[in-house]
């Protein structure tokens, strides 16, 4: 068990990385005298999987309230119903509220601990290795407004951030593939070793590991690492930028073409992991042609991903429409467009002012129409 | 001027208090380099007496949204449709909002400020006394659900509260009174000084000072020390317990008999600073039942509010009703009943374990049936 302190003041907090411990979280919790009452958030699909598991380990046993699963019940009008019930069950300002499931309840649920009753304690228990690597880790919450993805949310941090990797070998490939995008990216803004690791052990990362113990024993016990490495790349630019004020935007390495393409496809075509893993190598493109960065690194970075099973390329996508799409997302935000261009491997800047024509062309090398 | 700061490390900010200073908002803004764009919440009413005084202060006429008035449009439906109207505007993390009203406005133009992209910089600019010497202050924002009032928010500090007496001058008696009852509660809790200077002090403040000119300037010059001074004694409190944890509870002196009687009335009978005020004659009797306060003190306090113009009795309401509207609330907030009550002036302790029948015998003195 790995146990990664976020230092933040009176609002700091463990990230726990352990492997079969799902268990153990209702010991934890009466062991730091969390929660009066305790409430689970999380939807059905994950409740079948893995809420018996988790209320086994509390003596007096949580209420569960589930909402339906999907990004598009991530709204107000489904936080309203969380309100509805944790009000109907008299939950109060020393209950807690576990969020169980993967970054769409975590966003949600978190958004729901952060304004019942102007805040109450939650636990992130992250079941998909994107939102064990990424979502859980730095108290972003949040819904989606019909004009934009979670345009109403507060920075709110949990009391604890509870992971269990054996969950990773339940997970479908494509599932897993989304989470390692986030996790190729934290070798790339931060830490050179991780990226070679990464590169070392790639052959392993994938579903087939888990197919026999053997394999799958030894797999976990690497996921172990990686999810505590990647946890303590986000925990450090974490404690450096809470609010995401400035730092905290190199987190956005390969998000900016990687939302212009999401937002392009209506979120379908690719998941959030294949579209930043377009968008790195799209960044990283982008960083050689300003020659910010060796061609070698751009290389390696598209070897790696193409290892794991990433899309590296922009099968006929028009290059026109993601380079609009940007421009939609400036408007919306109100800002420039913000680019993380690697200059070489754990260390990335941030340029507002890379000309289009230089992200057309980046994005012509790769395949686009 | 006064300028009283709120110290609360990186969200410390300042209370202004002047008077006649509504149009010197916007240089204050532009001189801090406060938000790229600004958008004023108000209502129909307060927008026809002062918009026209804040926005000519800018350079760039800030864009203004309405909510309808009223504390029943304090929901979420209606925080929505502020959600829209910023992004309509392309309102980015980078736009201030100012909040222009009473205490409803600044409860939900706050909520929405500490929710809008994950929280944007907002002031108070509020318009009654009662909001002047109490809701601004603090950073408490929130909406109300149909179970419970206030029960979906956030703590979320402005980066100012600004405030302008001369708009006292404007209120109609009874929500002078009721800002009053509030006032009233910071020389008990806090300042026996403050007390005594109320009463001292109490047949000036009334609207008949503000009728003509001479009386009226006389007249702002007080309420300009009772607004800071009242300002000053929330602020330390808040100081010490931002997020309500435990000191902060001594605000909620004669709220807890105050509120009883504000649900048990549907809030139509009485306002908040009625309930209030009779809500601490309540506590100050119960208090010395316990043999916790002198009887002069509970005197003194029922004749300076009597003074005032405030309910001290309680004409012809049910017992037995207020005390099941106690026990409703302990069910709701899941907690005990608390008590906030004086041991002499600027001391209070709180209890929660008072007797319903010492309860049920302070409110037959007052009157009850």
Redesign the interface.
Known sequence: MAKIKVELKDRSYDIIVGCDNLSELGELVRSEKWG??VFIITDPLVNDLYGDLVRKGFKTKPKTLEVPRGERFKN?RVA?KL??GL??Y??????LIISLGGGVIGDLAGFVA??????IDYIQVPTTLLSQVDASIGG???VN?P??K??????YQPKAVFIDVSLIATLPARELRTGLAEVVKYGVIEDADFFKFLEANAHHLNTKAFENEDTKRAALKLWQTIVSESAKIKAKVVEKDE??AGLRMILNFGHTVGHAIESLTRYRAYNHGEAVSIGMVAAARIASRLRLLETDVVDRLKALLDKLGLPTEIDSLPVDKIVAALSIDK?????KVNFVLPEKLAKVVIKDDVSLSVVKQALNEMGGQ
């Open positions: 009066r009452d107000l309203e309100y509805d009000a109907r008299g939950a109060h300002r020393d209950s952060a304004t019942y009753m102007r805040g972003k919450t949040g407004h004009k934009c979670n345009m109403i949310g507060a920075f609010r995401e408007k919306v935000i109100g800002g």
